[in-house]
């Protein structure tokens, strides 16, 4: 009999998105010029920010505080999706599956989010997002499925 990780990916959703701010506030406290992240201010610190550092570090540090809260953001629907497929006592392999999809692409999505600074590469940034919303919309088809049969 397989090992259940589903429950632990909604941890793991919750480690990569605070993974990727601890990165963005490295980014700010790392740049020089005496400038560092303001942990007792944390929202309204970004016009203070934009004046004090070069721009291509502030918008790194943008992005990666904007990818921790898409993060934050999914995180209920993916774990709702995730105990819907418990409730409805999905296979282990089928919701083991899921949620190394969902991890997969929360990772390859918060670098994507990170590094590319262009229109036209965003795309792909996007695609992987979308990726990770199939995760979703499956396991919640499959657990409506299951419950109603």
């Not at 701010?21 to 980014?27: E, K, P, R």
């Not at 943008?62 to 953001?73: F, H, K, P, T, V």
């Not at 083991?96 to 692409?105: R, T, Y």
Request: net charge positive.
């Amino acid at each position: 009999m397989s090992y259940n990780w589903s429950l632990l990916s909604i941890l793991g959703t919750w480690g990569i998105s605070m993974g990727v701010h601890t990165y963005g506030v490295a980014v700010v406290n790392t740049a020089g010029r005496n400038v560092y992240f303001d942990n007792a201010n944390p929202r309204n610190q970004w016009d203070d920010l934009r004046a004090q550092l070069p721009p291509d570090v502030f918008a790194r540090s943008q992005r990666a505080q904007a990818a921790s809260d898409n993060g934050l953001e999914i995180l209920g629907f993916w774990g709702l999706a995730v105990l819907a497929g418990n409730l409805a006592q999905l296979p282990i392999k089928s919701l083991n599956d899921h949620a190394l999809i969902f991890l997969g692409s929360r990772v390859l999505y918060s670098i994507l989010y990170v590094n590319i600074s262009t229109l036209k590469l965003s795309a792909l940034r996007s695609l992987v997002w979308g990726v990770g919303i199939a995760a979703i919309s499956n396991l919640l088809w499959q657990s409506t499925v299951a419950l109603n049969a």
